[in-house]
């Protein structure tokens, strides 16, 4: 999908590439959906952030790029967004999840429906498969932890974090440490690149809160 988004292709394309790939009318269309609505449908809130991932994508190792589509989809897919800051709560608090625990807390923010229970099911089996989470028994591990390292990357997954904020700041800390970025490991220089990044304003709040917002 970021191959067709950085060529400027359309979804048609990104149709073509998929279909030899993916058996079955249904599942190519929910994975179609799914990765054009990552990065080939513009929405106003995250345009800046899916035109920089686009960029970005070319000059970084093809390991790296989860970090794009982990970023965005938490931008732009509010669910996927809550199910993954379960995960990383549970998995930071116990070391391992059952997937109904996943959904109690799931439904309890966005309301009770098979739907949303559906949805939270495919999250989890996506995040499996991109090898973040594995499954044992009945209870779900975390995979794989990943190094960001690159300041350009750390630069845009903090801005992606906050381009959906309602009020677009968070303390520095727990940005940096927030669930839903459970699979990354920044760097301990990532308060230093976003302390010296002209996209942040770094304030403090009371004698020793570092806070964090986007600068308009």
Not at 13 to 18: A, P, Q
Not at 81 to 95: C, D, I, K, N, Y
Not at 98 to 111: A, D, K, M, P
Request: glycine share 6%; hydrophobic share 40%; net charge neutral.
């Amino acid at each position: 999908a970021l191959n067709v988004a950085m060529a400027g292709q359309s979804p048609q394309n990104l149709r073509d590439w998929l279909a030899p790939q993916i058996p079955g009318a249904e599942s190519l269309r929910k994975t179609l959906n799914t990765l054009a609505n990552l990065w080939l449908i513009p929405y106003p809130e995250t345009e800046q952030q899916r035109r920089r991932g686009i960029e970005l994508a070319g000059d970084i190792a093809l390991e790296d790029r989860i970090v794009l589509h982990w970023g965005m989809a938490l931008a732009n897919f509010p669910l996927f967004r809550t199910t993954t800051q379960a995960m990383g709560r549970l998995l930071r608090l116990h070391g391992d999840f059952l997937g109904q625990e996943i959904s109690t807390r799931v439904l309890e923010y966005h309301g009770g429906s098979y739907t949303v229970v559906r949805c939270t099911e495919r999250i989890l089996q996506s995040v499996t498969a991109w090898n973040v989470i594995c499954k044992e028994s009945d209870h779900y591990r975390q995979a794989t932890t990943y190094t960001v390292r690159k300041p350009e990357l750390i630069e845009w997954l903090s801005e992606t974090m906050l381009c959906r904020e309602g009020e677009n700041q968070k303390a520095l800390i727990d940005l940096l440490r927030t669930n839903e970025l459970f699979p990354f490991d920044l760097t301990t220089d990532a308060g230093m690149i976003l302390h010296s990044s002209p996209k942040f304003q770094i304030f403090r709040e009371g004698l020793d809160r570092e806070m964090v917002k986007l600068v308009n």
